[in-house]
């Protein structure tokens, strides 16, 4: 007859050693409760049975993202609540519009408060500063460093002393002494009340205006059609054709008229006109003969022997020129004149 142990008994198992206890809950009265069903208990030989399973607790995503809500309304709620006291404070504050700083504080940024004669006191800021906000100062400033502004400079006077600008743009600029300027470009007029000089080459793209006398001591290259109402040269040369539309008048003093040995009894020569064209009249006396009738001095002298051409007015007779030099020229004739009045034109060309 085969024994059955109980479920509380510790009989030896097939190798000879105890079998395990089964442990049981205890009820709340003190007794044993039941046994758990389908609970396995290992051997004592066994490695599994050696090692207790430990259990954690684990929130679901749904408790966490409750949590979260309820820190992040309560931080919330602070940050209003510690607003709404700042606030209350600041509107209470007569003083908020001013900034007290403790000597000590200054002390440690560097800023030195000292006496300086009967100004009160002076503030010394070592370190660099920066102010957002306008800056309204009552006195003078001094700047002993560089000035250096990244918008618009305005100022109802200033004197500068020396002034380096790069693009600068001037409503109304008054100069009393020197001005040396690299590049000036004037999109207006320019008034000059004294005296300008140009010291080097000057272009004009547009119309020149001379309202006044215009005194040139060099040279003057025209390169397209120059148009005077008036030209008047002492020396002009050109080195191409000169074309005249209307007429050539000469000017000048008159030269010197000498009488020639052909004018007769009581004769006489008379001259008007210049040294480059003029008219001789000749009054023919009796007992006239061949040779020269008038001797003409130039009042300037040519470089080079000129070429002089004359012409009697309604005179019959051989004219021609004799003793032509730099300095003058002869007019005879090849057989006497009768008496009486005659013309004799001459124009002198080098």
Do not use: C, W
Not at 89 to 109: C, F, G, H
Not at 149 to 165: E, P
Not at 192 to 212: D, E, K, R
């Amino acid at each position: 007859m085969e024994n059955n142990p109980s479920a509380g008994s510790s009989s030896p198992g097939p190798s000879g050693a105890p079998a395990p206890e089964v442990l049981k809950p205890r009820s709340e009265d003190g007794g044993s409760a039941t046994a758990v069903p389908n609970e396995t208990v290992l051997p004592a030989s066994s490695e599994e049975g050696k090692k207790i399973r430990k259990r954690t607790y684990r929130p679901s995503h749904k408790s966490t993202f409750i949590a979260l809500g309820v820190v992040v309304a309560i931080l919330a709620i602070n940050a209003v609540v510690l607003g709404f006291v700042l606030k209350s404070k600041s509107a209470n504050d007569p003083n908020r519009d001013q900034v007290t700083i403790d000597a000590d504080v200054l002390e440690k940024i560097g800023v030195n408060r000292s006496e300086l004669g009967s100004s009160g006191v002076q503030l010394t800021v070592g370190p660099d500063a920066q102010f957002n906000g306008k800056l309204t100062t009552a006195g003078d400033v001094n700047i002993g460093g560089q000035l250096k502004l990244n918008s618009k400079f305005s100022a109802n006077d200033a004197a500068l002393t020396v002034l380096q600008a790069g693009d600068t743009a001037l409503s109304k600029l008054n100069v009393s002494g020197d001005t040396t300027l690299t590049t000036l470009n004037l999109r207006n007029a320019l008034n000059v009340t004294g005296a300008s000089q140009l010291a080097g080459p000057v272009t004009i793209s547009q119309l020149l205006t001379v309202n006044n006398n215009m005194n040139i001591l060099g040279n003057i290259s025209v390169g397209g059609v120059l148009s005077t109402a008036s030209f008047v040269a002492r020396d002009l040369a050109s080195t191409s054709t000169i074309t005249v539309g209307g007429h050539i008048i000469t000017t000048g003093a008159t030269p010197a008229l000498g009488q020639g040995n052909a004018l007769g009894s009581n004769g006489t020569a008379a001259i008007s006109g210049n040294d480059t064209a003029g008219t001789v009249s000749i009054s023919i006396g009796v007992g006239a003969g061949a040779g020269t009738l008038a001797n003409i001095s130039y009042v300037n002298n040519f470089a080079r022997t000129p070429r002089v051409v004359i012409t009697a007015v309604g005179v019959p007779g051989n004219f021609y020129i004799t003793n032509s030099t730099t300095g003058g020229f002869s007019m005879a004739v090849a057989s006497g004149l009768p008496p009486g009045g005659y013309t004799i034109n001459y124009i002198v060309m080098q």
